[in-house]
């Protein structure tokens, strides 16, 4: 496969198919002053299984260079080299703490973060001219890293056989031949550590962290580009002799895109990953494909007043390293992509629930939680928009979240394009978890999730509407899913398109899909497949094709309604569009849809086809003959009819007080709210008695984001408050609002796009900024 990709397409250049990262130990700084995370990561590597085959004969295709060259990327502005200034990065022997780079320091670094040499250290001579080393023409392998937004200031071998009591790892046999290979014995022993069993974790931990902080056996050289850091050591020219125990000194940029600077609610700071679409890679270098799974330990510190939370197993408690300042370590034992890493550092306040005694139920009627390894995720981050407003909100989204921990942590996918593997699952099950956690009766159970399932069903619709049909495809590399360059480098297609950040679709059809199956088989027996899927597959990675092989292995009886891996490729993952099934043609016939919420390729079918499965039209029909969506037809009609009163202005000023208006639940009043923005005129009185009569400016971050729609459709200027307030307190949620305001060209509604724009710019996620920038400007 050859890597060939757009401006929208985020590369994943690690050479993962020749050396693996087994585990990571970090040792960190914190600088709020200077929005600066500095210090060093250590990489415990093992080569991989095909290299250690072909251990005798040198690897083809070993060298980036191949990949720079079909990148089309510039050619590199710094030559391999060590820093200059090596004494700040120096290390001490022994398990004391890191010295990291001093604050207040030069930056010598370019505009990649790379440096270059004005002297020679460590016996490894290096040139002042970038010419000296022909960088596409040498033969040394290259360890090849995702690395952007990052000042790289120096990498060296780590001497592991400096650690006391580790010559238990290596034979004496080894011991004698040490003399004539040192480097052979230092790799021999980080094999022996990385591969020790899972019981012995703690003893791993421990040597893991005493090498870390194990004096250097020499630099190595580097170059960094705009997605990598790429390091070798002169004369290797095979994975197998590279060190596999380096050391990297860095630090990050302000403006890297891994992180997010920012101030809490009482306007202290913070620092926190902020799920990017380069991941992690402004953070650490790293390597992102998920096939490099690896265990971490990490070490940070950050003045007295902070608190460091992190995705890791154990609950830190902080210790003095210096007056004023405290160090947080964690760790993670079961192997993670790199991109499950997460750090937030702020001053926030544990805030602990009363327990709930007696009535306290564990409920293991999914996912039943038997050992350590199965729990994860360790942080959930939730934005502050699902707060407020009752509980519905705050617990759905806890539930989508609780459910990556099966789907997106304990097994992942093997090609991040094919997201839906995480999302879709996690939309599916988060209803059932939801109603597990309220204790619903079967049947409100299954009210209220067709009333969400005609939600979702209307937010695809207009999702397909209004964007670009290779975006709604949930697996776009088709046959190529899951392949890779011969060093393991690829891309994710349309990985780094912003627009796509706003965009449901992956969750949405994955979601459908899944009911689908759930529909057919009963849901008894679906729930047991996938319970006996996440024992089978915990901690594996997989395609899509993994999970419907062994989905209509388990319940056969599923292939008697036309299922195949092949169908379900062609009329669901691999198309735009609505979802579609078998479909009967012949001449003429008229249909009873509107086409318009389907792809061009469908609207060019139905010309010549009289009947055309859509499982999705048909089942919506079902949906709104629900109790609970009469429901909100009947409140709807009493609205319409209240908006037709005020504007008559009849003498008898009958008030909507006096109509009786049901209790509703969140998403029914979400419905209602989206059938009156399909209302060409409401009026500000009918406006006004409608937020009176719901206090729509006191539920969810959803209810009000509908509210908003309505104000500005509406000119309702009564309102414009509320559009303010949601555009500065729900930032991410509120982009869509933006362009509603500018799109009734009012200039009054465009003045407080452009005044909230400018109040929250310097808050907002810079996928979020670049959207609504484009749309003001």
């Known amino acids: ?70 990148f089309h990327n510039p050619l590199h502005a710094s030559c391999y080299g060590p820093v200059p200034n090596a004494r700040a990065c120096s290390t001490k022997s022994g398990c004391n703490d890191f010295p990291v780079v001093g604050k207040g320091e030069n930056d010598t670094s370019d505009k990649n973060g790379s440096h270059g040499n004005t002297e020679q250290a460590s016996g490894i001579s290096s040139s002042k001219n970038c010419s000296d080393i022909e960088i596409h023409g040498s033969e040394d392998f290259l360890l090849v890293l995702d690395c952007c937004d990052l000042s790289v200031l120096k990498v060296e071998e780590v001497d592991v ?85 380096i050391r990297i000194f860095y630090k990050t940029k302000p403006e890297g895109r891994s992180l997010s600077w920012t101030t809490d609610q009482s306007d202290r700071s913070c620092v926190y990953t902020i799920g990017s679409p380069i991941n992690n890679r402004a953070l650490f270098p790293c390597q992102e494909p998920p096939v490099a799974m690896s265990t971490w330990q990490a070490t940070v510190r950050a003045d007295a007043c902070f608190v460091v939370l992190m995705s890791g197993e154990n609950a830190a408690e902080p210790t003095e390293s210096e007056e004023g300042r405290y160090s ?59 707060l407020p407003g009752g509980n519905h909100l705050c617990g759905t989204r806890l539930c ?75 697996r776009p590399n088709k046959e190529n899913t899951g392949k890779v360059c011969e060093s393991g480098a690829s891309v994710i297609k349309h990985g780094l398109n912003t627009g796509k950040t706003f965009l449901q679709v992956h969750y949405l059809k994955g979601y459908f899909l899944l009911r689908s199956f759930a529909g057919k088989a009963g849901e008894a027996a679906y729930f047991a497949f996938l319970r006996k899927f996440v024992q089978d597959f915990h901690g594996q990675l997989i395609l899509s094709q993994d999970f419907l092989h062994s989905l209509l292995k388990e319940i056969p009886q599923l292939t008697g309604y036309g299922l195949s891996v092949e169908n379900v490729f062609q009329e669901w993952l691999d198309c735009s569009g609505i979802p579609k099934i078998r479909m009967y043609c012949s001449l003429g016939g008229d249909s009873p849809w509107d086409w318009s919420s389907f792809s061009s390729s469908t609207r060019l079918i139905v010309t010549s086809c009289q009947q055309l499965q859509f ?54 009043l979400v419905l209602v709210l989206e059938h009156l923005l399909k209302e060409k005129t409401l009026c500000s009185k009918m406006l006004e008695c409608l937020q009176k009569t719901y206090h729509l400016r006191e539920q969810d971050a959803e209810v009000r984001h509908r509210w908003c729609e309505l104000v500005i459709k509406h000119k309702h200027t009564t309102g414009y408050g509320d559009v303010e307030t949601f555009l500065k307190d729900d930032q991410a949620m509120g982009v869509y609002l933006y362009g509603e305001l500018m799109v009734n060209e009012d200039a009054n509604q465009q003045e407080l796009a452009y005044k909230s724009f400018a109040a929250v710019r310097g808050q907002m996620d810079v996928s979020s900024a670049k959207i609504v920038a484009e749309m003001l400007l």
């Open 400 to 474: 989508h979240e609780i459910a990556h921990t099966w789907f997106g942590l304990a097994i992942g996918a093997r090609d991040w394009t094919e997201e839906w593997l995480s999302e879709g699952f996690a939309t599916h099950l988060e209803d059932a978890f939801w109603s597990s956690a309220q204790q619903l009766p079967v049947g409100e159970a299954k009210e209220q999730q067709d009333l969400k399932a005609l939600l979702h069903w209307q937010r695809l619709r207009d999702e397909i509407q209004n964007s670009e049909e290779d975006l709604q495809v949930l």
């Open 161 to 245: 056989m400096a650690v006391p009591g580790i010559e238990k790892f290596i034979s004496s046999t080894k011991l004698m031949d040490a003399s004539e290979d040192p480097g052979d014995l230092r790799n021999q022993i980080v094999h022996e550590l990385v591969t020790l069993p899972a019981d012995h974790w703690r003893e791993q931990l421990h040597y893991y962290r005493c090498c870390s902080q194990a004096p250097a056996s020499g630099e190595l050289l580097f170059v960094t580009g705009p997605w990598s850091l790429e390091i070798k050591k002169a004369g290797v020219q095979l994975p197998k002799d590279f060190p596999q125990a």
């Open 1 to 70: 496969m050859e890597l060939d990709f757009t401006q929208d397409d985020l590369p994943l250049v690690a050479n993962t198919s020749h050396i693996l990262v087994r585990h990571y130990v970090l040792d960190l700084d914190v600088d709020f002053s200077s929005h600066v995370i500095g210090g060093s990561i250590v990489l415990f590597l093992e080569p991989g299984r095909r290299c250690r085959r072909r251990s005798n004969e040198q690897v083809e295709g070993v060298h980036h260079s191949q990949l720079d060259e079909t």
């Open 615 to 668: 499982p999705l039209l048909e089942e919506s029909q079902a949906w709104q003959e629900g109790r609970l969506a009469q429901q909100v037809n009947e409140e709807v009609a009493k609205w319409i009819q209240v908006n037709q009163r005020a504007r008559k202005r009849s003498k008898k000023k009958r008030q909507c007080e006096e109509d009786v208006f049901q209790k509703l639940l969140p998403d029914q």
């Open 328 to 386: 947080w370590s964690y760790y993670v034992t079961m192997p993670m992509p790199a991109s499950t890493f997460t750090v937030a550092v702020g001053c926030w306040a544990e805030v602990k629930r009363e327990t709930c005694g007696a009535d306290a139920k564990r409920n293991d009627a999914f996912f039943p939680l038997s050992s350590k390894e199965d729990v994860s995720p360790h942080i959930i981050f939730l934005s502050q928009s699902t």
